[in-house]
């Protein structure tokens, strides 16, 4: 949403031939630190600086995608709401070794002001599995983040056969067997019996993660090795969208 300035103020802008941009400039960011998280060995973790918009702030949000894609509406998690006045968020439990794309938005009396956007690369840490959210289960994973192991966001875990984002929409990008970006594709990357990243392929050590509210909460894969797991089967069984069973490989 753009900054929206009151009527009056927008004519005095305009009469004086000053520049508007500055009155709707967002945060400013500021180099972020990187290090290993302690707290979740296997994960990185960042502490994000920046320069808030004062005195104008009310409050703010710190926007993280693992996606350069605008901060599209399901795609990206938010931290907040921060008090006007922050300029420092830790942000703990992140993949390694993974670029994070982030943004300061920052709700005023004149609209969202979000920043410019920024990224950061997290350090390689350790090849230890992150650590899962205890008791995570089928039902704790719906409503996650599926994420491929090159990065690349592959919907949501959802029961919804209409949410533009779930797996089970078969009309989009993440639910259809046709897309390049569904783990339903059969020819694809990241479906199939044979794709790099495909939760099918019994033999990949980089099956999709699913992350719920931010943490890894377990593999989606076939494979019989990799723990917490939950099966591509499950998901089916427990959204009760049987017709995807002739989708499986």
Known sequence: MRCRLPPIILVLFLAFGLVLGTACRG???????????????????????????TPNGVVQYLDLSVLNNGFAPGTFLSAGPLAGDANSFIWDGLLPNTTHYFRVNTLSASGWQPSGTGYV???????????PIPGA???????????????????????????VDSIFNRFGLYGSRFSLTSIWNRFGMYGGKFGMYSPFNRFTSTPPYIFVNGRFAAYLTQDGFLFPKVTPTDLIVACGVDDYFEYLP
């Not at 945060?27 to 990185?44: F, K, R």
């Not at 039902?139 to 949410?163: E, N």
């Open 121 to 131: 690369t997290t350090l390689p840490c350790s090849t230890m599995a992150p650590v």
């Open 137 to 163: 289960s089928v039902g704790a994973v719906i409503g996650g983040l599926l994420v491929a192991d090159d990065g690349q966001f592959l919907g949501l875990v959802s029961c919804s056969l209409y949410d």
């Open 27 to 53: 945060a400013t960011l500021s180099p972020t630190a990187v290090e290993c998280s302690s707290l979740y060995p296997g994960n990185a973790k960042a502490t994000f600086n920046w320069i808030p918009v």
